[in-house]
Nanobody, 119 residues
Framework: QVQVAESGGGLVQAGGSLRLSCTGS????????MGWFRQAPGKEREFVAR????????YYADSVKGRFTISRDNAKNTVYLQMNSLKPEDTAVYYC????????????WGQGTQVTVSS
């Protein structure tokens, strides 16, 4: 069974940086898309970024383009989200998600890690 776990959240001032990590376990992660989502209280979950198995195909939400960078280390079954120039509106619980092999639907989710950006 596939499991994922996030880490790296915390409290930072606006303009600061954080690096989130997500590590998968249970099964190999070949041919799986890994992505990051975020959700603020009372709001819908929002797509942030995703990366394909090969690592070259990446997509970002418009709100984070130029500030966030997604990457993955397949040997470690880990995906990273480097967040720079953080804004208060980036405050949310950030979730890592993984698809089934050769699929686009995210079926496996982590527990989330809190990111808080102060003014």
């Amino acid at each position: 069974q596939v499991q994922v776990a996030e880490s790296g959240g915390g409290l930072v001032q606006a303009g600061g940086s954080l690096r989130l990590s997500c590590t998968g376990s249970g099964r190999d992660f070949s041919s799986r898309i890994m992505g990051w989502f975020r959700q603020a209280p009372g709001k819908e979950r929002e797509f942030v970024a995703r990366i394909a198995w090969g690592g070259s195909t990446k997509y970002y939400a418009d709100s984070v383009k130029g500030r966030f960078t997604i990457s993955r280390d397949n040997a470690k079954n880990t995906v990273y989200l480097q967040m720079n120039s953080l804004k208060p509106e980036d405050t949310a619980v950030y979730y890592c998600a993984v698809t089934r092999r050769n699929a686009e639907k995210y079926d496996y989710w982590g527990q989330g890690t809190q990111v808080t950006v102060s003014s």
